[in-house]
């Protein structure tokens, strides 16, 4: 394996690099003699060039040694750069590459890009100025779709954690209404409600093996419905709402347990709707809503208990008092 090569450095966009490493392959008939005089003639970059002779010498080199670019000679029938840049990209070669040759640039431009070159030279048309501007531009390319690919990969890598931290909460949740079922089966049972969802939520059987039980669909709609505005709009801003919905739940005798149900049965497939995206903002916010869900739900049913200790009495109306017997 070669030995990993310092990156060349770019101080700013409008600077050449200070030093590049350069792999030249070419032919025996033409030669990086004068290429590397007029290389050390402009001494606006250091170039280190190194020649090899061949395609086969050309792969030997890629497979030893780190170069910063590759410079191609491409002369058809002898060395057919294309054929040899499309190769190396295809076996995974990343190193910039830019072919030279005698073809004018709208002859051959065109086909170097398509097998991924990243610019194409004319000997006869070229500076060398222009030539290390060439290198300059291809090297930085390169480092931004490096720098780029591996944002995208860190990106996609905490999208999946975060996704998978989402599910690990579900599941706690579902432990919770385990722990909740628990509980409510050592209380004494409630008295039976007289409302239609409350009846319809008394009827529902759990199943020990799945946390979701059969909800009426119309409890479930609307609760899904104030998860997503919720999710979007946040605390404090659907105060009618919540206080509507705790009034339903409370007039339908729904419990901590059923209502923790709704809860994890709604947002579980919320979540699996995103698919690989951020889920931490939907997750945070949902258990704002429960919280708050649980909060007026109790005060709900510490209203009606009071209710039950203290009932209220209608006061007589006047004329309606006791009667005072006549002295």
């Known amino acids: 394996m070669p030995a990993a090569a310092k990156p060349v450095t770019l101080s700013s966009v409008g600077d050449l690099p200070t030093r590049i490493k350069v792999l030249y392959i070419t032919t025996a008939q033409r030669t990086g003699g004068w290429l590397a005089e007029a290389f050390a003639a402009d001494s606006a970059s250091e170039i280190l060039l190194k020649e090899v002779i061949g395609e086969a010498a050309g792969l030997a080199q890629l497979r030893d040694e780190v170069f910063d670019a590759v410079l191609l000679s491409h002369e058809p029938g002898q060395l057919d750069a294309l054929d040899l840049v499309e190769g190396l990209r295809i076996g995974g070669n990343e190193e910039p590459m830019i072919v030279l040759g005698t073809a004018s640039p709208q002859q051959v431009d065109a086909l170097c890009y398509e097998v991924g070159a990243d610019d194409y030279c004319c000997v006869t048309e070229t500076t060398v100025r222009g030539l290390l ?165 109790a005060d709900g049913y510490r209203l009606r208990y009071h209710e039950r200790q203290d009932p209220l009495q209608q006061l007589p109306l006047p004329g309606f008092g006791p009667q005072r017997s006549a002295a």
């Open 133 to 297: 501007w060439k290198f300059g531009r291809a090297i930085r390319q390169r480092q931004l779709a490096r720098e780029n690919r591996r944002l995208v990969q860190a990106e996609q890598q905490r999208l999946r954690q975060e996704h998978h931290e989402a599910e690990r909460l579900l599941e706690q949740q579902r432990a919770l209404i385990s722990d909740l079922e628990i509980l409510s089966e050592s209380s004494p049972a409630a008295e039976p409600s007289r409302d239609p969802v409350g009846e319809s939520l008394a009827k529902t059987t759990i199943n020990k093996s799945d946390s979701l039980v059969a909800l009426p669909e119309a409890l479930v709609t609307h609760y899904h419905e104030l998860l997503q505005t919720y999710v979007v709009m946040g605390v404090g801003n659907l105060a009618d709402e919540m206080t509507a919905l705790a009034e339903l739940l409370t007039n339908a005798g729904v419990s901590a347990q059923q209502a923790m149900q709704l809860h994890v049965q709604v947002l579980e497939e919320l979540v699996k709707g995103l698919g690989t995206r951020s889920a931490r903002h939907v997750m945070n916010r949902a258990d704002l809503l429960v919280l708050e869900m649980m909060g007026h739900l």
